[in-house]
């Protein structure tokens, strides 16, 4: 009886160490438990303390989002408490999050505006430091119910994207900022200023827009002089987008100068006018006018204080709709009314970009590629792109190794429990894997594995085929087991 218990624990330890014994039919994925630090307010110091405690994550939403409702469920415990604790805040309940690069932009609900300037502003910032913890997220912007904030009661000094400062008594850093307001009799134009702003770029191939934050110097805080700054900005080429297209000059086809209208019912709109030679200046540089009209209202929108949307006019044209074409698979037509371009009219245009790892001659190399944010943390979207192969919008150019694109439907399942993601394709991959030579079945084998391990938390993977478990496909790889990330082939 000795001898079979230990002979059973052998080959216990012996079997691969896999979350789900079969292969996952759809996709089905258990929460990920780990630890989360918040930041508070400490109590009558205006410097920020932290409490660490585990939560569940679920798998394919972004871990911003049970933050932050973590966050706003804390009630203070006498050491630390929550700024606006006495408002009931919570998220937007449209687009509550946007994720593009290392921007996290957050939506409130309009119970945020029942705060004070300073208490907003503190709010702003223990949640970026709760935000920021991972590493992953850099920059935070904050709007309300889709609509950019500001420091000053008089809505001309921006509240801007916010990153992350753990030391800083935040009572002090407000009094600073706002020390740059405007006074009731000062001039506008001589209040000079410097904030970090969400810049949208074109994506390659006019696929969508791709956010970059930097610091930029405001000569002064007119309205004139704001828009212009962004006009500037947004027509340097990107610092650190490698799969956006830089804009023209766009200061240099004004008709006008920009200006702020009111809109019925609160706020503001930016009115832009820029002469015909625009359009033109735009097409050579591979960027469609709906792209291009995505870019700045969303640019605008996310910094300009009360900025209800943009109005447009290029040549004779008063930009009442737009029709998306080339690759970006949106609404036929969107429709403005009274001009008006919203934020949320560009929503789908928003793009986060995913790691793929291909073929360079005899090593791999990671790509970028541009995916519709809302979709970029779903495992299917990573799985489903590499297997689609290399685009001419990728970062850089690269072999995809299995020679014909797939589809959705060759993903049988996806299923993801603790760190293991197990993936069961159709028979066609499998038929892909063994048209290879076994060299080449390697290098597609850790193409693939170190694509998954891009995800958040995965570091194993396993494979099934047409719900099967392989042993040896082209001869170069044995397929059964868990595969871990390769650093090592990757250049």
Same mark, same amino acid.
């Given at each position: ?5 230990t ?11 896999s979350?789900?014994a ?23 110091t ?11 994550f ?17 009630? *203070? ?64 912007n ?26 800083t ?6 009094e ?7 006074? %009731?009799?000062?001039? %506008? ?10 810049l ?7 696929? *969508? ?10 000569? *002064? ?24 297209i830089p ?6 086809f ?6 702020? %209208?009111?809109?019925?019912? *609160? ?47 290029i ?18 037509r969107i ?20 790691s ?17 944010q ?7 979207t ?33 299923s ?19 048209s ?9 084998c ?19 085929? %047409? ?18 990330l ?6």
């Open positions: 009886m000795r001898r079979l218990t002979i059973i624990i052998a080959i216990l330890l012996f079997l691969p160490l979350g789900f079969d292969a996952p039919t759809g996709d089905v994925s258990e929460p990920v438990i780990k630890s989360a630090v918040f930041y508070y307010c400490k109590t009558g205006g410097y920020l303390g932290s409490i660490a405690k585990n939560l569940s679920p798998v394919g939403r972004l871990d911003a989002e049970t933050l932050i409702r973590e966050w706003l469920n804390f009630d *203070g415990d006498g050491l630390l408490s929550r700024p606006g604790s006495g408002a009931a805040l919570s998220l937007a309940a449209s687009q509550p999050l946007e994720l593009s690069g290392s921007t996290l932009t957050v939506n409130l609900s309009s119970s945020a505006l029942q705060l004070d300037k300073s208490e907003l502003y503190a709010l702003c910032q223990c949640l970026t430091n709760t935000l920021t913890e991972s590493g992953s997220i850099k920059y935070v904050f709007i309300v119910e889709g609509h950019p904030l500001s420091i000053d009661i008089r809505g001309l000094l921006p509240l801007g994207a916010f990153s992350r400062s753990v030391g008594n935040v009572e002090s850093a407000y600073i900022l706002a020390s740059r307001r405007v006074s %009731a009799d000062g001039s %506008a134009e001589s209040q000079s200023f410097d904030k970090s702003i969400t949208y770029y074109p994506a390659l191939y006019s696929r *969508g827009i791709l956010a970059e934050t930097r610091s930029v110097s405001f000569a *002064g805080q007119s309205a004139q002089q704001v828009l212009n700054t962004i006009l500037s900005e947004i027509s340097k080429s990107a610092q650190t987008l490698s799969c956006a804009l023209p000059s766009l200061t240099s004004l008709a006008a100068v920009p200006s702020l %209208a009111p809109v019925s019912g *609160g706020g503001v709109k930016a009115c832009f006018s820029f002469t015909e030679p625009l359009n033109t200046a735009l097409s050579q540089q591979g960027v469609t006018r709906s792209v291009f009209l995505a870019s700045l209202c969303y640019t605008v929108c996310t910094f300009y204080p009360e900025a209800m949307g943009i109005d447009v006019t040549g004779e044209t008063h930009i009442s709709n737009v029709s998306p074409s080339g690759v970006f698979d949106g609404e036929s429709d403005f009314t009274d001009y008006l371009q919203q934020r949320r009219s560009y929503s789908g245009f928003l793009m986060n970009t995913i793929l790892y291909y073929i360079e001659d005899d090593h791999l190399t990671e790509i970028m590629r541009p995916v519709q809302s979709a970029a943390a779903l495992p299917r990573t799985a489903l792109e590499w297997l689609r192969g290399a685009a001419p919008y990728d970062s850089k150019s690269a072999v995809y190794p299995l020679g014909a694109a797939f589809y959705d439907s060759d993903i049988i399942g996806i993801i429990s603790g760190e293991l993601l197990t993936i069961n394709f159709s028979s066609a991959v499998k038929n892909a894997f063994l290879l030579d076994s060299q080449r079945e390697r290098l597609a850790y193409a693939l594995v170190n694509t998954l391990c891009s995800l958040p938390n995965v570091r194993r993977v396993q494979f099934y085929f %047409a719900n099967s478990d392989e042993g040896e496909l082209a001869g170069g790889v044995y397929w059964g087991g868990d595969f871990w390769n650093p090592g082939i990757v250049r």
